[in-house]
């Protein structure tokens, strides 16, 4: 059993390495692609318009992730009736809602006067109008492979669903590029992504029932009941990726909006280079998570801590690592990375590089209560502290007009989140402070952590 669990992380850990050097390739090939085909207006524009979609995916409310820990966590006790029933519960509330949002969107889009209030001159308003139509259709129809998703991961295959993921976003951005220089508009490129989505999340779906026969999608085991049950997980889980929203797209619109395209594009790929040093920390954080559901679900309150605190001193110094390193190759980075039309702001860098690293320190924390379905208090801080960081950045920015503050507004959150979060995990697996500190500083236990021997031991 412990040996099919190492392989799982492992697993699943390879799976998070390979996805996020796609999201890195993605991230690296696609800026100079889309400024050298587009420019550096239309592009701005571009990343502007898909920053407003992407609260679309909270549009499950968080049940989503609540029902695939839960589901977990029963399949960690071996209850796989229990596990049907909350999958097609999830799935009838999903796609309801998926079908539903397409259409508001619709309605909506036809209605508000989106290309003024934006105040965008490079697209028309019809532009507007289809690209954020597209957009928002592509990300409600990847809100339904959750569904999916939530059966891959509660019966071991989290990998396997996580390299189909990446995978299909790297097909999708490819598309988008090829068109884009082939001399194409915003609207044919976000069709394409559309089109590729459209493709990939059925074909999804069905392999899951066939790899695992004891799931499959009908009405006859849904019960509002276990909906009802989950309600107080989702409200948490809808409040994450709100809180992930704000702190990432809402810069983007605030900066935007007092200082214009330009500075959009110098913010967003400064903090893409920045967010590198989570990425690793979330490769692991993801793959530990379906394990850490499992553990307590089986009531293994051991294993449970020796997964999160040896797990937190590997993500503790990969972030580490990587951020001394793009300290030293940052600049360079940027440089080779945009072909030189976007310049360093060095005080921006700096400031969101630390903000990076700190949130290495609360995001295991939060991956552990997320596991358990017991982190409403920690989203609701997680909310709040984003929202005041966004109104922070808004406040500095309109006074001083210096782009290098929105860094400072952003590691006001990441530092808020990692004194609560830091608390509240060592009570919870009942484990002091100073404990946790020298875990993480054992170098040889991290090296068991990766060859995952230290998941099996004492």
Known sequence: MLSEMGRRLRCGFGANVYGQGIVILIQLVGVPILLHAWGLK????????????????????????????????????????????????????????AALGIILAAVLLTALPLHEWLDLSRLS???????LWLLAAEVLVKLTDGVS?????????????????????????????????????????????????????????????????????????????????LVRPALANLAIPLAQATNTQGFVLVIGALL???????????????????????????????????????GNQDLLRRL??????????????????????????LEFWTGGHVHMDHILFKWLLLSAFVSVLWYSGLNLLRAVNRHLRAAVWYVGGALVSI??????????????????????????????????TTRFIQISPSRLLLTVLDLPNLVNVFFGRAFHGN
């Open 260 to 298: 214009g395209p330009t500075a959009v594009v110098i913010f967003s790929t400064q903090r893409t280079l920045t967010r590198l040093t989570l990425q690793m920390v979330i490769s692991v954080c993801q793959a530990l998570e379906p394990e850490l559901a499992r553990a307590w679900g089986a």
């Open 42 to 97: 239309m592009y701005g524009e571009w990343l502007i318009l898909s920053a407003i979609p992407v609260y679309l995916s909270m549009t499950d409310l968080g049940f989503s992730k609540s029902a695939g820990n839960d589901m977990a966590a029963r399949g960690g006790r071996g209850d796989f009736a229990g596990m049907l029933c909350v999958f097609q519960s999830l799935a009838i509330l999903v796609y309801s809602v």
């Open 125 to 131: 308003a019809s532009d507007v109008r289809w690209i």
């Open 149 to 229: 998703h939530a059966g891959y991961r509660a019966n071991g295959d989290y990998a396997f669903h996580t390299s189909v993921y990446y995978t299909t976003s790297f097909v999708q951005q490819s598309s988008i590029w090829l068109l884009a220089s082939l001399g194409y508009t915003p609207v044919v490129a976000a069709l394409s992504s559309l089109l590729v989505r459209c493709i990939v999340t059925p074909s999804v779906a069905r392999i899951l029932v066939v790899r695992h026969p004891h799931l499959r999608f009908g009405v006859t085991h849904a019960s509002m009941s276990v909906i009802k049950a």
């Open 308 to 333: 999160y605190v040896r797990g937190f001193a590997l993500a503790f110094w990969l972030g580490f690592a990587s951020m001394i390193a793009l300290y030293a190759i940052g600049p360079w980075i």
């Open 391 to 424: 109104l922070l950045a808004a406040l500095l920015l309109q006074v001083s007009g210096r782009l290098a503050n929105a860094g400072l507004a952003s590691l006001f959150m990441d530092g808020l989140m990692a004194i609560y979060l830091i608390g509240v």
